[in-house]
């Protein structure tokens, strides 16, 4: 599901039942979130916006996933069509989505995991492991503590700060929460960086290059682990590993992947 991310979007719903998180470059320097959600129901996802090539490039090793939006423009939306994706967005699912008129729009736009769940066309398939999470009494072997770690995927700084069980997001230097006023906290945090091009559909559209291979920040259990990110094909699952050639592990939990660009994250 496509949600907002610009400041009149704030506080978002959803966002802390969701098992993976991805924060991608939209224009003008705003980000916006892709979030997954397998193994937790949330009551209210939104607000919804509308999808971008980026998302088709992302989404597309989830073997064909429910993908819900606002829309797109009409090149997004031709693309759409012929990705690997079970189309549920808002003109293909209307009953799934409602306007909260407390709301400015278009910043007021929701939806359920039950309605996308009940909007399923038939033609999803079964997910595949994402990660690699360690057991009991792993750990990454490469690892080194850090207390914070500083990340700008758009105009916004966002700090996430360990806090012994889980690591903690501001942004701007204020406490970033969710409509119920809770913290947004995840157990994990992947600080992909990822390149940029121009999209087809938007001349004025960053697009993700989420196939290939690049740097790699891996937050779990208040430790780091530096190495590479490789996808070499779009249905390939991206996989993280360490200086060694091994894959990094994780504390089981819900991750959040920041697809930053290269150079703007720091380590404290």
Do not use: C
């Amino acid at each position: 599901m496509k949600i907002d991310n610009s400041p009149d979007a704030r506080p978002q719903s959803g966002l802390n039942q969701a098992d993976v998180v991805f924060e991608e470059l939209v224009e003008g320097g705003i980000t916006r979130y892709i979030a997954v959600f397998h193994s937790t129901d949330a009551d209210v996802v939104g607000p919804v916006r509308s999808g971008r090539t980026s998302d088709l490039v992302i989404l597309t090793n989830l073997n064909r996933p429910l993908f819900g939006s606002s829309g797109g423009n009409s090149g997004v939306l031709a693309d759409l069509n012929e990705a690997n994706l079970s189309n549920v967005i808002e003109n293909r699912a209307p009953g799934a989505y409602y306007r909260d008129n407390s709301r400015d729009a278009p910043h007021n736009l929701y939806t359920s995991t039950a309605g996308l769940y009940g909007a399923n066309p038939g033609d999803a398939g079964e997910p595949p492991h994402l990660f690699r999470f360690l057991g009991p009494t792993e750990t990454p072997a490469a690892s080194q503590p850090v207390s914070s770690v500083d990340v700008q995927v758009g105009n916004d700084r966002t700090t996430w700060t360990w806090i012994g069980t889980g690591w903690e997001r501001t942004v701007n230097g204020r406490t970033d929460v969710d409509d119920s006023g809770a913290p947004l906290r995840f157990t994990n945090v992947i600080v992909q960086f990822t390149n940029y091009g121009v999209s087809s559909a938007d001349a004025n559209s960053p697009e993700a290059e989420a196939i290939g291979n690049g740097e790699v920040w891996v937050l779990s259990g208040g430790k780091m682990t530096t190495g590479t990110w490789s996808r070499p094909a779009k249905d390939d699952v991206t996989v993280y590993q360490d200086g060694t050639g091994q894959e990094i592990g994780l504390q089981p939990g819900r991750t959040w992947i920041a697809l930053t660009p290269p150079g703007r994250a720091s380590a404290g």
